[in-house]
């Protein structure tokens, strides 16, 4: 039997990347044992899943000791094939065609080609269990959003302030889609994004904008990007989710590549400004932060009629 050992640490958006290479995996060797390890942000997107035999989660603060008892546990399983995403080679400055990028690594090693790659089902990618959908479908009643009804879903923060665009442009955009569209619309983040969402609910001031930051696990906000009809997010995980369950997106980018991170569906629009310093793929900005301020809510709301006009 092929036992495969998987070793994807980064952020969790990084880690949906690469989901759809292990799906490949998966359709490509039915029969394999795999194996993962991941750091512990990332270890709730594998909880649940019976289709991987072991998920190591590697504490990047731990002490010495239990990190190499960790790695011989690991080399004791006898893994005859290892593919580490963490630090893929040559990706900074590889640019092929983007429906392939984010396959890299396979395609490096000769495991999969382009052509079996576009034959990956990646919906599938990602485990959401029955429970999920159950939770998710309690926290809507709880909050009042009208479940018999799509969504659409807004994600205004991001860890990286420099992704983040403006909160005043994210106020204009929910009142124009208030206005145009009769779909409920759902603000999702994390806690620390619930400042952000709280001032953009006091502003549009309508009962159908609601606000879920801080509220839902990571797979139950998964299951709701699934079921939405349109998700409006930044380079963040949210924005990986969709491209795994082909939800159209509307992404938008300041400081980082489309071509390396964003999604690879047909259904899918990138707003971002071509400027002489954008990208520049880096966490603090030296000018103005032009590359965001300067995105127009005009500019997001044409590429979301686009998608579901």
Known sequence: MTKILII???NIGDVLLTLPSIQALREKFPQAEISLVVGERAQQLFEGDPRFKKVWVWRKNAGAEEKLLLVLEIISKGFNQVINFRNPV?????????????FQKLIQKGIVNADFINEVNTARALWLPEIVEQRAIELLKKEGVPISEQWMIVTPGSLNMTKRWKVEGFVELCRSLVRRNPFPILLTGDESDHIRSQEIVKQVQSPRVFDLCGKTELLQLAWLIREAKLLISHDSAPLHMAGLFGTPVVAIFGPTDPLKYGSWRENSRVV???LFCSPCEKSLCVYHHECMEQI???EILDAVNELIS
């Open 90 to 102: 040559g990706f900074r400055n590889w640019k092929p065609h983007r429906r392939v990028m984010h």
């Open 272 to 274: 971002r400004k071509t």
């Open 296 to 298: 127009q809510p005009k």
């Open 8 to 10: 994807t640490l980064s």
